[in-house]
DNA sequence: CGGAAGATTTCT
DNA sequence: GAAATCTTCCGA
């Protein structure tokens, strides 16, 4: 079942820990995806020096960062990969949730034609590495994460899991901002990314 | 208009 | 551990 907008409108702390164990779903020319989030890391806009809408900064990148909860924020790094983020809370309040990794559950042959790799725990352990095997790109900026195309969804059987919290991956830059354990896991789960050395120290 | 850096991935 | 690779941002 789809969640509704009322989902996102929580701060990027508590959505990043309830969008744990849910199922993201993108429907594609192709065929359709999905995978259950079991990484993600929250990019709370004005107190945080790592986020991209720091200080509330706007500019044509992180607009949608300012909508309510519910939209998909989707931004290209390093020229080759997409990063998809999940909007929180309510209008001017650039709060996201990065989706580091999924663990994959419809659509694999299509994930590994994408990736070009039959190596399952390859496939979606990574920012990049998803939104390559979903088929995520800037045609999907900004769509509504309550519309049919792109949403996340309540998972067929609910297993429980333990929630691990751990420092932010990759934004050195950011000073202090990138010791806060703002990064979130399904403990003991294999499909998180490869990068877990950062534990909480 | 040009330089620099980046919420990453992949290979050695 | 380092390179690949290119879009976006910021300064001039």
Redesign the pocket.
């Known amino acids: 079942m789809k969640l509704p907008r009322e989902f996102y409108k929580e701060d990027g702390i508590s959505l990043a820990k309830k969008l744990l164990g849910k199922v993201l779903v993108h429907h594609t020319a192709e065929g359709v995806t999905k995978g259950i989030i079991v990484e993600t ?1 929250s ?1 709370m806009g004005i107190v945080d020096a ?4 720091y200080k509330g ?1 706007k ?4 607009n949608i960062q300012y909508k309510e909860g519910g939209y998909a ?1 989707i ?7 997409y ?1 998809m ?1 999940i909007v929180a809370n309510e209008e001017e309040v650039p709060e ?1 949730v ?1 989706l580091r990794a999924l663990e994959p559950l419809e659509g694999i042959p299509l994930m590994e034609q994408r ?1 070009k790799t039959a190596k399952r725990k ?1 496939l979606l352990s ?4 998803l939104c390559q095997a979903m088929g995520i790109g800037k045609e999907s900026y900004g769509l509504d994460l309550c519309g049919d195309q792109l949403y996340v969804e309540e998972p067929e059987e609910k297993t429980a899991f333990e929630i691990e919290a751990s420092k932010r ?3 050195d ?1 950011a000073g202090e901002a990138k010791d806060y354990l703002w990064r979130f896991t399904i403990k003991n789960n294999s499909y998180v ?2 990068k877990v050395k950062q534990e909480i120290s």
């Open positions: 890391e990019y790592a986020a991209h809408s900064k500019d044509g990148r992180c924020y931004y290209m790094i390093y020229g080759m990969y990063c983020n996201v990065l990736r390859a990574g920012p990049g590495k991956i990759n934004i830059y990314s490869v």
